[in-house]
């Protein structure tokens, strides 16, 4: 079983819709959790960050993390076509300078004018 | 936000000829910077950790003397690929670590944005 499970997608909704992206991951260790969103050919951009459990919300973005049931998602609102992009779930165990971040595979979303 | 640029953005070279990359963070400092590669539509992989003034920590398969990784200030990093061959074309990411300015640490970790190379 791979450390951070991650639909790749791809995932296509209408203009306006509600987005709903998830990764599980295995070890209940992990501490940080992190949503990155990457364009094509560019670096991925850092969205939200949350520390244990409960939500956070950023304008239309809002982050969740349930460490009983080791799930985290993503909810993206008022969806725009400007969101098409890769989304990357990533967590980490330590609050470490040197402890690389482990990443889900990423999940395509396309939203359609 | 903590920025991070890459130079180049985008090169070409010819098989057997080396290529260096350099990672900065223009706004803050970074003890650690990491390297990544991603293949077209494929996820991130972790190709070293870079710490400054020692030595880089590379992961399992990839070739340090392939590779070669210097982190010789608080604000850069630069990643060589030596003998390249086409096999190594790629887009290559670098990512550092806002460790903040006011005596706390941050766990966020910034993307600069890519270098894309291609080995003809």
């Known amino acids: 079983q791979k450390e951070v499970e991650q639909d790749p997608g791809p995932l296509s909704v209408p203009e306006g819709a509600i987005v709903s992206l998830n990764c599980t991951y295995s070890?209940?260790?992990?501490?940080?959790f992190m949503w990155y969103r990457q364009y094509s050919r560019k670096g991925p951009e850092l969205l939200m960050y949350?520390?244990?459990?409960g939500n956070k919300e950023d304008g239309r973005f809002t982050a969740q993390v349930d460490k009983s049931s080791k799930y985290i998602s993503l909810f993206i609102r008022d969806s725009q076509p400007s969101d098409s992009a890769t989304y990357l779930c990533?967590?980490?165990?330590?609050?470490?300078?040197?402890?690389?971040?482990?990443f889900g595979k990423g999940t395509r979303l396309s939203v359609i004018a | 936000g903590a920025v991070v640029s890459q130079h180049p953005s985008r090169v070409i070279c010819k098989s057997g000829t080396s290529v260096k990359i350099e990672c900065r963070s223009l706004?803050?400092?970074?003890?650690?910077m990491f390297w990544y590669r991603q293949f077209p539509k494929q996820s991130l992989m972790l190709m070293a950790t870079?710490?400054?003034?020692?030595?880089?920590?590379?992961e399992q398969g990839v070739e340090k003397d392939k590779f070669l990784i210097n982190h010789a200030s608080l604000t850069l990093s630069t990643l060589t690929v030596t003998s390249a061959h086409p096999e190594d074309s790629s887009f290559y990411i670098c990512?550092?670590?806002?460790?903040?300015?006011?005596?706390?640490?941050?766990?966020?970790?910034?993307f600069g944005p890519g270098t894309r190379l291609t080995v003809t």
């Open positions: 990512s550092a670590r806002d460790w903040g300015t006011s005596g706390y640490e941050r766990y966020e970790q910034y």
């Open positions: 070890n209940s260790a992990f501490q940080y």
């Open positions: 949350t520390y244990s459990s």
């Open positions: 990533a967590m980490s165990y330590f609050n470490s300078g040197n402890t690389p971040l482990v």
């Open positions: 706004d803050f400092q970074a003890t650690t």
């Open positions: 870079s710490n400054e003034g020692s030595k880089a920590t590379y």
